[in-house]
């Protein structure tokens, strides 16, 4: 496929299925929520703001927010106790010793590929600025980096193989390494971004149809939010929105909202 149209063309059914896909996989609602703020987010103001968004999450963690894990949970709280915003995230850093490489932020990327606003040139950025405002390790930010550009690729219609290939130019070395041998092997169940990332890309990659890469990964993982969420999401990439039952959905806690942004997605 040439550059021209490969940059022209943008599947709708397989950007919503990033969202219904990322909602299936996720068992415990923290990262469909935050992705949901997202989607919101873009919509409503036809643009990429990660301050705006930030303040949305905000909102929904003064209002009580489930499943947000330790990091994103404590940049709230030195915001919401007068903390700069721009800064909050590098003082957890400082504070947890550089202990945020966790997965969090690869959770909340890949909705970031669904908006055909945002640019392929512009992806990279957005997915990095996102990321740092709550989780500044350079592997949590270059996990999230890999997971926005894999489902873009996909979404533009490029076969699995082929979206990752090079998909982790220029990323850390440990990244590239994570998707070199997810071919062959899991990492494990945690949710160090090198180990989720290879894990969900090992069912994403090895796995004939949504429904096997995604009970597969449930199966190896269990409940926590860590490596089912990612493959939900680049599985639905994958396949379309068409190749999930809805039912998939039905532990979810507002299917309604997650349809109706999924629709926007599909009619952009």
Same mark, same amino acid.
């Given at each position: 496929m040439s550059s021209a149209s490969q940059s022209a063309r943008f599947d709708t059914d397989r950007a919503s299925g990033v969202l219904i896909g990322l909602a299936a996989g996720d068992r415990n609602l923290g990262p469909i929520e935050m992705a949901l703020l997202i989607c919101e987010s873009l919509f409503d103001n036809d643009a990429f703001d990660?301050?705006? !968004? @930030?303040? %949305?999450w905000l909102a929904w963690w003064r209002d009580g927010a489930w499943d947000t894990g330790r990091v994103f949970?404590?940049?709230?709280q030195l !915001?919401?106790? /007068?903390?700069?915003? $721009?800064? #909050? #995230? /590098?003082?957890?850093?400082?504070?947890? /010793?550089g202990m945020t490489a966790g997965c969090n932020g690869a959770h909340r990327a890949p909705v970031l590929a669904t908006? %055909? +606003?945002l #640019?392929?040139? $512009? @992806?990279?950025?957005a997915a990095r600025r996102l990321t740092a405002c709550t989780h500044q390790h350079e592997l #949590?930010?270059?996990?999230?980096?890999?997971?926005?550009r894999l489902c873009r690729r996909l979404i533009r219609g490029e076969p699995i193989d082929a979206a990752l290939s090079r998909v982790g130019? +220029?990323?850390d070395a440990r990244i590239e390494q994570s998707i070199a041998e997810a071919r062959y092997e899991p990492a494990g169940t945690g949710g160090y971004s090198p180990e989720t990332l290879q894990s969900a890309l090992y069912f994403a990659l090895t796995r004939e149809t949504f429904m096997a890469a995604v009970e597969d990964a449930l199966?190896?993982? /269990?409940?926590?939010?860590?490596?089912?969420?990612?493959? +939900?999401? !680049?599985?639905g990439a994958r396949w379309g929105v068409e190749s999930i039952d809805h039912r998939y959905l039905d532990h979810c806690r507002d299917r309604a909202r997650i349809l109706s942004l999924a629709r926007s997605i599909e009619s952009q």
């Open positions: 990660s301050m705006d !968004i @930030l303040q %949305r949970d404590a940049v709230m !915001i919401d106790e /007068g903390a700069d915003p $721009k800064q #909050a #995230a /590098g003082e957890v850093h400082l504070q947890l /010793g908006f %055909r +606003g #640019a392929d040139d $512009k @992806l990279d950025d #949590a930010v270059d996990t999230a980096v890999v997971v926005a130019d +220029g990323l199966d190896f993982a /269990g409940p926590p939010n860590y490596c089912p969420v990612l493959v +939900g999401a !680049i599985a």
